[in-house]
T-cell receptor, first 112, second 114 residues
Framework: QKEVEQNSGPLSVPEGAIASLNCTYSDRGSQSFFWYRQYSGKSPELIMFIYSNGDKEDGRFTAQLNKASQYVSLLIRDSQPSDSATYLCAVRLSGGYNKLIFGAGTRLAVHP | DAGVIQSPRHEVTEMGQEVTLRCKPISGHNSLFWYRQTMMRGLELLIYFNNNVPIDDSGMPEDRFSAKMPNASFSTLKIQPSEPRDSAVYFC????????????FGEGSRLTVL
């Protein structure tokens, strides 16, 4: 079992719709979770992090965490063509020292 | 702030040659990570350092790969000898650590081994 799993996509949504990206992780002791966005040919950049169960909102983005189910998601409201990118879920593993493992990423395509 | 600086940005070499990738982390960051990204395997953690000390190198593919961090402002990833399957984008990232410590990535070094 991979430590961080995501559907590879592509996930195709129309402009203005809500895009829902999902991620599961295997390390039950993990404490913090990150969503990164990566445009083609570029390096990953942080969108949001979350470490408490529940929802965390930042503008059009909402991260949701359920530690009991070992599940984290990212919702993008009012999707724009500029949101088209690969979204990487990352998990900071338990055991200290900051080890951050990434999922394979979900490719999102927002069409006009 | 200059961000994480990697060099070279692109490297094309022939099988068997030695390759050295370089990274300068953001000043003040105490953790440094080397990742490799390919279409097939995604973003894989190779090794990471905390306060210049290698903490976990379990992701290093084999003995052909080695990494060093001689001081807080410089790290190298070396491949010797290189093979075509090493072709990938290699990212260096640094972090302040802590529960919400964000990773800041360099622009990556694209390696092609012929």
């Amino acid at each position: 079992q991979k430590e961080v799993e995501q559907n590879s996509g592509p996930l195709s949504v129309p402009e203005g719709a809500i895009a829902s990206l999902n991620c599961t992780y295997s390390d039950r002791g993990s404490q913090s979770f990150f969503w990164y966005r990566q445009y083609s040919g570029k390096s990953p950049e942080l969108i949001m992090f979350i470490y408490s169960n529940g929802d965390k909102e930042d503008g059009r983005f909402t991260a949701q965490l359920n530690k009991a189910s070992q599940y984290v998601s990212l919702l993008i409201r009012d999707s724009q063509p500029s949101d088209s990118a690969t979204y990487l879920c990352a998990v900071r593993l338990s055991g200290g020292y900051n080890k951050l493992i990434f999922g394979a990423g979900t490719r999102l395509a927002v069409h006009p | 702030d200059a961000g994480v600086i990697q060099s070279p940005r692109h490297e094309v070499t022939e099988m068997g040659q030695e390759v050295t990738l370089r990274c300068k982390p953001i000043s003040g960051h105490n953790s440094l990570f080397w990742y490799r990204q390919t279409m097939m395997r995604g973003l894989e953690l190779l090794i990471y350092f905390n306060n210049n000390v290698p903490i976990d190198d379990s992701g290093m593919p084999e003995d052909r790969f080695s990494a060093k961090m001689p001081n807080a402002s410089f790290s190298t990833l070396k491949i010797q000898p290189s093979e075509p399957r090493d072709s990938a984008v290699y990212f260096c990232a640094s972090s302040l650590g802590g529960l919400s410590g964000e990773l800041f990535f360099g622009e990556g070094s694209r390696l092609t081994v012929l």
